[in-house]
């Protein structure tokens, strides 16, 4: 008799938690199928992969930016590659990033259209995205287990800060002092953990969380963080708002959630969902943490990745939104924007599995 009032306790529990949350579900394709990816992929493939101005391989280009190239972006493009089991065009730009690695053995993250280094030194965010891309391609293609090794090292040695763990957003600066949410990549981590037979990204993964947790103290419950805070959550080095920087967070969190159902990527999801579905879909944009004023909205770096978080939602009409949003406004030709529009895609059609 008392197991089954524990049972009944507990289910009325589960229950109050969902209904606050809006996201007690496992992940749920908003729609669609891979082809929605692809298509995004061919269109990205055609208009900002190019040979031109790259002295090997092949680079991802901004147009709007004078026509150079970031770390990030030839980030971006091999991980869209390999799930696009695109081999050639990832060899190609495998091979350009890896010819712009520094002496710390990671790639100086601004080259010039022309193919001259503007900037040596590296930012974070591109190693993370690089290093997780090989290991997809090792699973799929095999080849690769040596430079993704190597990548992840080398992030690990060069790109976390010594006794704190907390993820620095390049090889020689910030840390504690500063810090850029959007670069944590807490399923990357546990991916690192298994395939490199360690723990210590554990570490890792729980700094990042324990920022988050500090930033949660100033956004009113919103699930918002900004781009740039201390390690107490607190303004640094840049904005202290949910921007441009920012706005890549619901896709990472949402990929832990996907792939190991983490409760604290859940949580923070089920946070923002909460807040977007207040303000309603067409309304997601740069905004103040506590989510009170939202300005930029509709533009798609805002509100393609949220979908990502939509998809743990169990509300029929928010997920419909996102999905109608999503799969309908693509491309925006500017570099930065098609580049997170097409990963989210790949993510809320459920094509992003973990190899």
Not at 10 to 39: D, P, R, T, V
Not at 41 to 63: E, H, Q, W
Not at 304 to 322: I, K
């Amino acid at each position: 008799m008392a197991t089954n009032k524990l049972l009944c306790l507990f289910s009325i529990l589960l229950f109050l938690f969902c209904l606050n949350q809006i996201n007690c579900q496992s992940f749920q394709a908003l729609g669609g199928s891979f082809q929605n990816f692809k298509s995004a992929y061919d269109f990205y493939k055609n208009t900002y992969i190019t040979s031109y101005g790259a002295p090997v391989g092949l680079r991802v280009r901004r147009p709007s930016n004078n026509d150079d190239t970031v770390s990030e972006g030839i980030a971006y493009g091999m991980l869209a590659s390999v799930f696009a089991n695109d081999q050639a065009t990832f060899n190609g730009l495998w091979t350009y990033g890896r010819s712009y690695f520094n002496s710390d053995g990671c790639m100086a993250w601004h080259i010039s259209s022309s193919g001259g280094i503007l900037d040596p030194n590296c930012a974070t965010d591109a190693e993370l995205d690089m290093a997780y891309s090989l290991i997809v391609a090792d699973k799929r293609w095999g080849g690769y287990r040596d430079a993704a090794v190597n990548l992840i090292n080398t992030i690990y040695n060069s790109e976390v800060e010594p006794g704190t763990n907390i993820l620095k957003p390049g090889n020689v600066w910030g840390g504690s002092d500063c810090s850029n949410p959007s670069y944590y990549a807490p399923g990357y981590y546990k991916v690192f953990n298994e395939y490199t037979s360690t723990n210590r990204w554990s570490s890792v993964y729980d700094a990042g969380f324990n920022i988050i947790s500090k930033v949660n103290q100033y956004n009113a419950g919103t699930g918002l963080v900004p781009d740039w805070c201390t390690a107490q959550g607190t303004q640094a080095c840049g904005n202290w708002h949910y921007s441009w920087d920012a706005c890549r967070t619901p896709w990472r969190l949402s990929v832990d959630a996907y792939w190991y159902q983490s409760s604290k990527s859940l949580s923070q999801c089920g946070s923002l969902n909460n807040y977007w579905r207040s303000v309603g879909v067409n309304n997601i944009g740069e905004a103040t943490l506590d989510g009170k004023s939202y300005w930029n909205t509709g533009i798609s770096a805002f509100y393609a990745t949220a979908a990502c978080c939509a998809c743990f939602s169990t509300d029929y009409n928010y997920r419909n939104d996102h999905w109608q949003k999503i799969s309908t406004t693509y491309p925006s030709y500017d570099y930065y924007r098609d580049s997170l529009h097409m990963l989210s895609l790949l993510f809320v059609t459920g094509s992003m599995n973990k190899y």
